[in-house]
C-alpha cells in the first residue's frame, strides 16, 4: 500500500494527518479557495483529480517541480494527476503549445524538464517556435514533427481549453493546484511549497472522506 492510500485509510477513522500536519491547521479562505461552482470531470467514482497549473517561465514552478515529481511518484491508485499548462498571455500560450505538442508526440518525459532547464539554467527566453525547436533538435527529437504538431488543431484545442480552465478555476497565478475540479491552492496562500503539497494531500483526504 502507498503512503497516501495509508493516509486515505486513516482518513476515514478521522485520525488522519496530512504530511505531520493535522487537517484543522488548514483553513478555507486562508489556505484554499473553494469554487462557487465546481468543475465537473465526470471522473468515476472513487478517483481524485488533481491539476497543476504552471508556466514554464515561472521561476517559482522551476522551484516546485522537484518536489511535485516526488510527490505524484508516490501517489495511490486513486488520484489522476495532470499538468496543465496556464495560457495567461501569449508567451504562456507558445509554451502551453510546447506541452502539449510533447504530449501528442509522446515525449513529455524528453521535453518536460529539459526546457524548463533550458529556460532557466541556461537563460533561453523560448519566446519564439524557431527558439522552441531549434531546442527540440537539440533534445534528438523531431524538430518537423514538433513543428506540425504545435501547430495542431488538437493542440490549439487543448490551449483554448486550458484557458476556459483558468478562468473557471479562478486562476490569478502559478503554481496552482486543483482538487477535483473544486479546491484551489495557490503559492500565494501558502508558506512554501512542501506546505502546498501538504494542503493538496488535506483536500485529498478530504474527498476521500
Not at 476515514?12 to 479557495?33: P, V
Not at 504562456?92 to 506541452?99: E, G, I, S, T
Not at 537539440?138 to 483554448?160: L, P
Request: charged share 25%; hydrophobic share 40%.
Amino acid at each position: 500500500m502507498k503512503r497516501r492510500q495509508f493516509l486515505g485509510t486513516l482518513a476515514g477513522t478521522g485520525a488522519l494527518l496530512a504530511s505531520g500536519r493535522l487537517l484543522a491547521d488548514f483553513a478555507e479562505g486562508r489556505n484554499f479557495m473553494r469554487l462557487d461552482s465546481p468543475v465537473d470531470y465526470g471522473l468515476e467514482e472513487g478517483r481524485i483529480k488533481v491539476v497543476e497549473a504552471f508556466w514554464y517561465g515561472c521561476p517559482h514552478c522551476y522551484s516546485f517541480e522537484p518536489l511535485v515529481q516526488e510527490w505524484k511518484a508516490e501517489l495511490s491508485d486513486d488520484i489522476e494527476f495532470k499538468y496543465m499548462p496556464a495560457p495567461l498571455n501569449d508567451v504562456w500560450a507558445l509554451h502551453a503549445r510546447v506541452y502539449y505538442a510533447a504530449e501528442q508526440l509522446g515525449i513529455v518525459d524528453a521535453i518536460h524538464q529539459p526546457f524548463y532547464d533550458a529556460i532557466h539554467e541556461q537563460g533561453r527566453e523560448m519566446r519564439s517556435e524557431s527558439a522552441i525547436l531549434r531546442f527540440v533538435n537539440q533534445m534528438d527529437q523531431d524538430a518537423d514533427a514538433f513543428r506540425e504538431a504545435m501547430r495542431s488543431e488538437d493542440v490549439a484545442r487543448k490551449v483554448g481549453r486550458s484557458a476556459e480552465r483558468v478562468r473557471e478555476y479562478r486562476l490569478e497565478g502559478v503554481p496552482s493546484m486543483v482538487v477535483n475540479g473544486e479546491s484551489v491552492v495557490s503559492a500565494s496562500m501558502t508558506t512554501s511549497h512542501e506546505q502546498m503539497l501538504e494542503i493538496v494531500d488535506h483536500l485529498i483526504a478530504e474527498a476521500r472522506g
